[in-house]
């Protein structure tokens, strides 16, 4: 009998307001019952819509942020990572979590990255970005 594939975590992220050069969002991860907040560069965002994520540093592999996840298959860009930061000046394009979001920064964005982790685990999934307001 042909063993049955793993479901896909749906993850979706709404992007909320824009604050200065930071664009807020909630994160809303199955299984987590709080969301997480997002940050990201109002210069460098990808469109919202559907997207894959893959793992990113999970084994030996010689990267500089380690254990967390990338967006693939974003058109004319990569390296797009979810990871740890607090400003849109930590982003370099990608998308920040944190636990809270304080007069335009995130709070806690080590302790998000940890949820995440034992949320997801070593899995990909696949990600919704919605846009409730024009970022």
Not at 58 to 65: A, F, H
Not at 67 to 81: C, F, K, M, Q
């Amino acid at each position: 009998m042909a063993a049955l594939a793993a479901a896909v975590m749906n993850v979706l992220l709404t992007r909320l307001t824009t604050i200065g050069n930071a664009v807020i969002g909630r994160l809303d991860i199955p299984g987590l019952p709080f969301p997480l907040w997002t940050l990201e560069d109002a210069k460098e965002y990808i469109p919202a819509g559907e997207y894959q994520c893959g793992l990113h540093g999970w084994g030996s592999e010689p990267v500089k942020i380690k254990r967390v996840w990338e967006v693939l298959n974003v058109p004319g860009r990569s390296a797009i990572l979810f990871h740890a930061g607090n400003t849109d000046e930590d982003t370099r394009g990608c998308i920040l979590v944190g636990m809270g979001v304080m007069q335009g920064k995130l709070v806690s964005s080590a302790d998000a990255i940890l949820k995440m982790r034992w949320t997801i685990g070593q899995a990909g999934f696949d990600l919704q970005i919605h846009a409730a307001v024009p970022a």
